[in-house]
């Protein structure tokens, strides 16, 4: 089986800050320190988005000091609280597409891995997400270029409704257009996206889609209208996508419980 490791909503801040008492690049460190650990034979790290919390070329930096000491390949995309100028100043070696989209695809052996922009940094809406159609007919052009091959989607904003409609309200606005065009298409297996801050499953056009936590903090069980920044300080996490013949595996990792290593068994 081929792994793939996922980290979403990181959200960098500057030195010094917190958010909730919790220090987002302490957390990271410490998810990236036990993934590689754990986890050295994984292909890839992905991170799904919302790098930093304001966009500043400072936290940007603090993100590239964070990942010069990781051992594992690692692409990187953009959420709604990221800003391509300075991301991509930062990371200048991250591919992006004719009009400027942070979109790549990764081959792998018996798999595509598909990392779409759903970043809507023009609007005034600038926490929901779009797929515009430059960026739809790209995601278009490399389903048609793998017909013949399974393909992950990652996304930033999920593609479909959580529930968690406070969210859900600066959730993708292209979900229509997205679903359109996956019913041209056979080879999507499974969309993995961040955003909501929590464990959840769904599916778009009955193909899975995963929803990943935060290595930082949480968004409690506020279902229905509740205020979108409500944030707790359960444990940090990550993804772990397994790739293999007969499908794909999703298990989420809470790197911050008690080290289940030292436990007894009875």
């Not at 292209?174 to 499974?190: F, K, M």
Request: glycine share 8%; with cysteine.
């Amino acid at each position: 089986m081929i792994k793939i490791l996922v980290f979403t909503d990181l959200p960098l801040l500057p030195q010094g800050e917190k958010m909730i008492g919790l220090d987002p690049a302490a957390r990271l460190s410490q998810g990236l320190a036990h993934a590689t650990q754990r986890h050295p034979d994984a292909a890839h790290i992905i991170l799904a988005g919302d790098l930093t919390h304001n966009g500043t070329p400072e936290e940007y930096a603090r993100l590239h000091s964070i990942l010069d000491n990781c051992s594992i390949p690692t692409a990187l995309m953009v959420g709604n609280h990221d800003r391509r100028a300075p991301m991509l100043q930062a990371f200048p070696e991250t591919p992006t597409t004719p009009q400027g989209h942070v979109q790549q695809v990764i081959d792998l052996e018996s798999h595509r891995l598909i990392l779409l922009d759903t970043l809507n940094e023009k609007a005034a809406d600038t926490h929901s997400g779009l797929l515009c159609q430059d960026r739809l007919a790209w995601l278009d052009a490399q389903l048609s270029e793998a017909a013949q091959t399974p393909c992950i989607l990652f996304t930033h904003h999920p593609v479909f409704a959580t529930g968690f409609k406070g969210m859900d309200w600066i959730g993708l606005k292209s979900i229509p257009e997205l679903s359109a065009l996956l019913a041209r298409h056979d080879n999507v297996v499974q969309v993995i996206s961040g955003h909501i801050h929590r464990t959840i499953q769904g599916a778009i056009n009955g193909i899975p889609a995963a929803v990943f936590k935060s290595p930082c903090h949480q968004m409690p069980m506020a279902l229905g209208f509740q205020d979108p920044r409500l944030s707790v300080a359960e444990p940090g996490a990550y993804g772990i996508v397994l790739l293999g013949d007969d499908g794909v595996v999703v298990h989420t990792e809470d790197f911050t419980l008690p080290d289940l290593d030292t436990a007894l068994y009875n």
